[in-house]
Structures are given as structure tokens and as C-alpha cells.
T-cell receptor, first 111, second 113 residues
Framework: EDQVTQSPEALRLQEGESSSLNCSYT??????LFWYRQDPGKGPEFLFT???AGEEKEKERLKATLTKKESFLHITAPKPEDSATYLC????????????FGTGTRLTVIP | KAGVTQTPRYLIKTRGQQVTLSCSPI?????VSWYQQTPGQGLQFLFE?????QRNKGNFPGRFSGRQFSNSRSEMNVSTLELGDSALYLC???WGTGANEQFFGPGTRLTVL
């Protein structure tokens, strides 16, 4: 059965304190791994897609990496506006389009 | 380019009623997926439509149904509402099927009393 586990559940950082969020997955035939950011009361906002082990993508203070079993979202020198829930999702198997989501990491960046 | 829009944004219903939610995808996108988000279960896949055909369905009861129109707009319907159907219902669109990005709308917050 497909499984996505995110850790930690919640993370509090001081502004400027870099850290990483983890997404470990067990799926049959990974077709893509996606990172989203979600602010309270809003829909998820797309950040990155990773397709194969060794791939890395960057956007501003965020960098996503992928191995065969997990993905990391590195946040460098975070700012308070980076506070949000970060969701990891996988797309796997037979060609269906559905995303299978983890439960997210709630990030709070303190000024 | 306009994003995914969902209407209504908020809805309050009572048990036993039915509800219809609407989603307009990004222009040019032909695939629409629906998700339910609750604090306990997180984001769960409901179904996907592509070119007016349901391509895939999640593990939800038959009370949950949907359809897609020729302009790619989609609706989902929930009949005989239960308290546990209270959730944020999210619609996501993508240009096609396969491993490509899905872009989410703001959601419809449904409260069942």
C-alpha cells in the first residue's frame, strides 16, 4: 500500500535558522513527488515536482531533493512569511492522476 | 492567467441534505481532480475527470459523485449529507493526465449541522 510520512509534524524556527523537512515514501512505481505549501484557509500552492532520485530543485529560500526512499525540503535562512504547512505528495502506479498526500509539516518562523 | 476558481467558498447544510460544488479550471487545463481535506485524515483523493470522463476514483462512498462539462468545468455532488462530510473540498486542475503539476483552487468549506 502506498504510504507517505512527513516529519516533523510541527517545527518552530527562529528567523534565519535553517532546517530541513522530511518526506519518506513507499509507493509502487513513483511517477512524481510534489511539494506544496498551504496557508490557513487556502488551497495548497504548488512548489516543486521531482521525478527521479538525485534530482534537486530550488526556489528562493527553498530547495527540494529526492532519493529512492525520501525527499527533503531544505529551508535556508527562513523568514516569518515562510510560516505555513508544507505538504508532500506522490503520484504513482498505473497512470492515474491522483496525488497521495502526507499529513504535512506545520512550520512557524519566529521573528 | 486566472487560477482555479471554486464556488461557493462557504456552505452550511444540515444532515440529509445534498450539495453541489463547482470548479472552473485554469484555461487550457483538461483534467480536474477533487480532494477532501479534514484535520484528522488530511488531503484525500475523491475523483478525477478528463475530457468529461471519470478516470479514477478514490475510496469514498457512492454518495459522492461528480461530472465534467465540455468546457472542462466540473461539479461534485454529495447526497444525504452526514456530519462527517464537514471538510474543505479542494479542486485541482492540470493540463492533462500523468506526472504533471496540479494547481489547487481555494476550496469550498462545507459545514454539516
Amino acid at each position: 500500500e502506498d504510504q507517505v510520512t512527513q516529519s516533523p509534524e510541527a517545527l518552530r524556527l527562529q528567523e534565519g535558522e535553517s532546517s530541513s523537512l522530511n518526506c519518506s515514501y513507499t509507493v509502487s512505481g513513483l511517477r512524481g513527488l510534489f511539494w506544496y505549501r498551504q496557508d490557513p484557509g487556502k488551497g495548497p500552492e504548488f512548489l516543486f515536482t521531482l521525478y527521479s532520485a538525485g534530482e534537486e530543485k530550488e526556489k528562493e529560500r527553498l530547495k527540494a531533493t529526492l532519493t529512492k526512499k525520501e525527499s527533503f525540503l531544505h529551508i535556508t535562512a527562513p523568514k516569518p512569511e515562510d510560516s505555513a504547512t508544507y505538504l508532500c505528495a506522490v503520484q504513482a502506479g498505473s497512470g492515474a492522476n491522483n496525488l497521495f498526500f502526507g499529513t504535512g509539516t506545520r512550520l512557524t518562523v519566529i521573528p | 492567467k486566472a487560477g482555479v476558481t471554486q464556488t461557493p467558498r462557504y456552505l452550511i447544510k444540515t444532515r440529509g441534505q445534498q450539495v453541489t460544488l463547482s470548479c472552473s479550471p485554469i484555461s487550457g487545463h483538461r483534467s480536474v481532480s477533487w480532494y477532501q481535506q479534514t484535520p484528522g485524515q488530511g488531503l484525500q483523493f475523491l475523483f478525477e475527470y478528463f475530457s468529461e470522463t471519470q478516470r479514477n476514483k478514490g475510496n469514498f462512498p457512492g454518495r459522492f459523485s461528480g461530472r465534467q462539462f465540455s468546457n472542462s468545468r466540473s461539479e461534485m455532488n454529495v447526497s444525504t449529507l452526514e456530519l462527517g462530510d464537514s471538510a474543505l473540498y479542494l479542486c485541482a486542475s492540470s493540463w492533462g493526465t500523468g506526472a504533471n503539476e496540479q494547481f489547487f483552487g481555494p476550496g469550498t468549506r462545507l459545514t454539516v449541522l
